[in-house]
């Protein structure tokens, strides 16, 4: 199982038409590098959620994934108009989405706290008309299937 592995990935804000094309890519890099099925799903909800902020509310974004034998790291940097109120912004239902945006079927202000639940460490930080960075991290579950 080969579980060292960086990558980054560029999204175009705006562009819909290829939204969930990242973190499809990213789970199945993933799955093919063995990790955990249970780790793959979170990470691919994680991942989603953000691709789907950048696509939404920024002009681009990267997305860079770091895999490691005890855990996966997953930086998200946009340029886009940042969030003047982070701790309103992690609220359920809490959506800044154009009505536009919601009439596709996103924005319904679920984003942050999918995040978060689904990983072991969130930090958001951000820059009002500059941008946002998230830091998400995924501890690996590694068990010993050796008898001793």
Request: proline content about 3%; charged content about 25%; hydrophobic content about 35%.
């Amino acid at each position: 199982m080969r579980l060292n592995h960086e990558e980054s990935f560029t999204i175009q804000g705006g562009n819909f038409l290829d939204a969930g094309e990242v973190s499809i890519h990213i789970k199945r890099m993933l799955q093919d590098m063995g990790v955990a099925p249970e780790i793959l799903r979170r990470v691919a909800i994680a991942t989603y959620e953000s691709e789907i902020n950048i696509i939404s509310y920024a002009t681009w974004g990267v997305i860079h994934i770091q895999v490691s034998p005890e855990e996966v790291v997953i930086d998200v940097d946009d340029e886009g108009p940042g969030i003047e109120d982070i701790e309103l912004a992690m609220q359920v239902g809490y959506s800044t989405a154009t009505d536009k945006i919601r009439e596709m079927g996103f924005g319904a202000g679920m984003g942050f706290p999918n995040i978060k639940h689904c990983s072991d460490s969130f930090e958001v930080t951000s820059k009002v008309n500059k941008g946002t960075h998230l830091k998400i991290k995924f501890k690996m579950q590694q068990t010993d299937t050796t008898e001793s």
